[in-house]
């Protein structure tokens, strides 16, 4: 259900969205991460170049430190004064350095914390090793291993820095800057160590292999690195190795492993001579205050070059992190506009999908709801159609979209041409209906002819009764032909021009139907109706009739009554049959305001054609029929006639002269051309005279009238019409009965008076037959 409710707008927005999203956050968690780790980067070279400051101020102190302690171990008293001012900077390099590592230890603390702690713990035991320098407690060897291990701590942690560096070429030069303080630190650890081949004249308490290896990895190390490295380091490095210092430095350190690897004279115990140092020292190319100073200036020119690297490869480090930081966060911009330009790419496109399918959306509604109902009306009409000209022509280009408005038009021209078959279909049945409806005509106005001549000329009221019978049969007949041409689009062939009184109308429509002894007529209002909805309408009351007829139990009643109200005249038909359920009803009130398109699939479902008929000839007047359940239990048909269809001033009589005038209008009230005939026809049948065929001969003589005189009221208009006694009466009528009574008994033989009399005797004898049982029923 949740995906039934998703727009097409939606799911394209999603199927670019999704894929920009996940771009979108993929991207600047990368960019993210990448800031993060060049920001993290930046933060370590920058707490690295931090370091070098304290770093090299430790290097000093404790090289210093150590040579002095190794100087005052091997009996220098000299060593002891600058000794104390040496130990406090070392103190004051060991807390910079401390804090120095907090500041790298807040960026990255991976395997810097072991070192940190070996650090700590060395700075501890700092105090006994002094305490036993000053008491001269503590051999030479000890106190050189344990200055040793202090630097061993910053060779250490650059190797963590190796390790951690955040690029290769920063990983390289900090390798190369290693190299450098350990050559640094082994031609500081040289220097402090010759003094004890330069001072001493017993055998010195550390090896001299340890001084000549010591010597020996700083020239090699110097040597190889002047060759490695490029640019001002190189040249550098190449320049301490050429100055006068580094060459009295390896001349003395020449002299001092020669004179350490000479076999030592065996002192006194109670050390060396003046006389005997003195001696020694003469042998050396340097005495001992340029040979401390030369070297001072060698360590220094190291100590240099190693902090300019140091300097160097952090402010590198820096740098690169910096710039890649800069390019992490353009990458994750670039991905954020990538994204935001995709998706913004994906509405437009979107938006342009969806205005092409609103716009066939529209265009098909417009075919379903106004050209095709357009169509059809006029197919109904009659109209001819051509299917190619009402065919629409959607172009939507050749994608799915505007194969889809292919698609659509080729099932609206096959709706077209399939409606346009259909219509042809219906036009040959309703031809086929009229056809035979007017050959059926045809032969029922032939019919009913012979039959008006049958009874006008048979006296016996037997087979008066049954010719009556036939008539009332015939006339049926002649309904449901007049059904088939009404249901196949055309016009009954009875035609009146003249208004008709309400009163004949409803005889007349009572008079068609067969039972039509147990349908009562009350009293109608004196109205008349347009002649052009007088067959129409007398058709329509004898359907219904016939309905309440048909549908009700043999002995019971149907009553027709009229009354005039606002929007004109109402006839109601009600009857007392079973009556129909409230969805049957509801169903046949629709038909009857809305009356369905007939066609063949709708005679076979429904056999209530009579109502099929009724809707039709409503419609076509603007007549409003309508089924209620009446007081008995049955139905009622409420037919009412729009005052439009009434005779008013101008198309009807409004006084009792102007209804019978036949200058004016021609009356449709007839009394019989021969007296015997409709009295045998009056006491057998009520049928009225307008179901007779305008076509056949002239059955009926208009009757005479009278004309009241009309007088002026006080006010000017005419006055109110006044009745006539036997104004409407036929002429045969209105003569005394004397003279009736002498011109038929001298037109008529004695076998016809019997006949005559016979004929009177039988129609009395029916008649009460006929009131008997409606006075016991009342």
Avoid at 198 to 217: C, K, M, N, S, W
Avoid at 356 to 362: E, V
Avoid at 364 to 372: F, G, H, K, S, Y
Avoid at 639 to 656: H, K, N, R
Wanted: net charge neutral; no cysteine.
């Amino acid at each position: 259900m949740f995906r039934a409710r998703l727009g097409v707008r939606t799911r394209i927005l999603a199927i670019a969205l999704i894929p920009s999203l996940t771009l979108l956050v993929i991207g600047v968690g990368a960019a993210s991460y990448l800031v993060a780790e060049g920001t993290k980067a930046k933060d370590w070279a920058a707490e690295n170049q931090k370091a070098i400051p304290p770093t090299r101020e430790m290097m000093e102190a404790v090289q210093q430190e150590r040579h002095l302690t190794l100087a005052l171990l091997s009996g220098d008293t000299t060593a002891a004064p600058a000794l104390g001012a040496t130990r406090m900077r070392l103190d004051e390099a060991l807390r910079g350095l401390i804090q120095a590592s907090e500041g790298i230890r807040d960026v990255d603390d991976s395997k810097l914390g072991d070192n940190v702690a070996n650090f700590t713990t060395l700075t501890q035991n700092m105090t006994a090793v002094r305490s036993g320098v000053d008491a001269a407690a503590l051999p030479p060897a000890d106190a050189y291993m344990f200055f040793n291990r202090l630097l061993d701590v910053i060779s250490a942690g650059t190797k963590v820095a190796e390790q951690t560096a955040p690029y290769t070429e920063i990983g390289v030069r900090i390798a190369v800057g290693m190299r450098l303080f350990n050559a640094t630190e082994a031609m500081a650890r040289s220097n402090a160590l010759g003094g004890l081949y330069v001072d001493g004249a017993t055998a010195p308490p550390i090896p001299a292999e340890e001084y000549i290896r010591q010597i020996g990895f700083y020239h090699a190390e110097i040597t190889a690195l002047g060759a490695e490295l490029e640019g001002t380091e190189q040249r550098h490095l190449q320049a301490l190795v050429a100055s006068p210092s580094w060459q009295q430095l390896t001349a003395m350190e020449n002299a001092i492993a020669q004179r350490a690897m000479t076999p030592a004279q065996v002192a006194s115990p109670s050390g060396t001579s003046a006389s005997a140092r003195a001696a020694a020292a003469a042998s050396l190319p340097l005495s001992t205050q340029e040979w401390h100073s030369a070297a001072a200036e060698v360590n220094r020119g190291l100590i240099d070059a190693w902090t300019t690297h140091n300097r160097a490869s952090q402010k590198l480090a820096e740098d690169k992190a910096a710039a890649a930081a800069t390019r992490s966060a353009f990458a994750g911009g670039g991905v954020l506009v990538v994204s935001v330009l995709a998706f913004l790419i994906a509405v437009v496109i979107a938006n342009r999908v969806i205005r092409r399918l609103k716009r066939l959306r529209g265009q098909t509604l417009a075919l379903a709801d106004e050209r095709l109902p357009d169509m059809m009306r006029r197919l109904r009409d009659g109209e001819a159609v051509d299917p190619a000209a009402e065919s629409p022509n959607l172009d939507y280009g050749r994608d799915e979209i505007g194969q889809v408005a292919k698609a659509f038009q080729h099932a609206h021209s096959a709706a077209v041409s399939a409606a346009v078959a259909e219509a042809r279909t219906r036009e040959g049945v309703k031809a086929v209906f009229l056809n035979i409806a007017h050959r059926s005509q045809i032969v029922v106005h032939r019919q009913l002819e012979i039959l008006d001549e049958a009874e006008q000329r048979q006296e016996d009221p037997i087979l008066l009764d049954t010719l009556f019978r036939l008539d009332h049969l015939a006339t049926r007949e002649r309904r449901n032909a007049e059904n088939l041409t009404i249901l196949g689009g055309g016009k009954p062939g009875r035609q009146w021009r003249n208004p008709v009184p309400l009163v004949d109308l409803v005889r007349s429509a009572v008079g068609e139907t067969l039972d039509y002894a147990r349908v009562r007529v009350a009293r109608l209002p004196e109205v008349h109706v347009l002649g052009t909805v007088v067959a129409d309408l007398i058709h329509l009351l004898a359907e219904l009739v016939d309905n309440a007829t048909s549908f009700s139990p043999p002995q019971s009643r149907v009553e027709v009554t009229g009354n005039v109200v606002g929007k004109g005249i109402v006839v109601e038909i009600g009857d007392q049959g079973m009556g129909m359920s409230g969805e049957d009803l509801a169903k046949m009130n629709e038909a009857l305001r809305n009356p369905p398109d007939f066609g063949v699939a709708a005679l076979s479902a429904d056999s209530r054609l009579g109502l099929f008929v009724v809707a039709q000839l409503a419609a076509r007047h603007g007549i409003s029929v309508r089924l209620s359940e009446s007081d008995y239990g049955g139905i009622k048909a409420i037919v009412l006639v729009p005052s439009a269809l009434i005779a008013g001033d101008a198309g009807a009589p409004q006084t009792p002269s102007e209804l019978t005038d036949p200058g004016r209008r021609r009356s449709l009230i007839a009394v019989p051309a021969t007296a015997t005939a409709d009295a045998t026809q009056t006491a057998a049948s009520p049928v009225a005279t307008l179901a007779a065929d305008p076509a056949a001969p002239p059955r009926y003589a208009p009757r005479p009238y009278t004309e009241a005189p009309a007088h002026a009221g006080p006010d000017g208009r005419p006055a109110l019409p006044r009745r006539n006694r036997q104004a409407n009466l036929a002429p045969q009528l209105a003569q005394p009965v004397q003279e009736q009574a002498a011109s038929a008994q001298s037109a008529r033989s004695a076998e016809q008076a019997r006949d005559l009399m016979s004929a009177i005797e039988n129609g009395t004898r029916q008649g009460r037959r006929a009131i008997i049982p409606d006075e016991q029923e009342g």
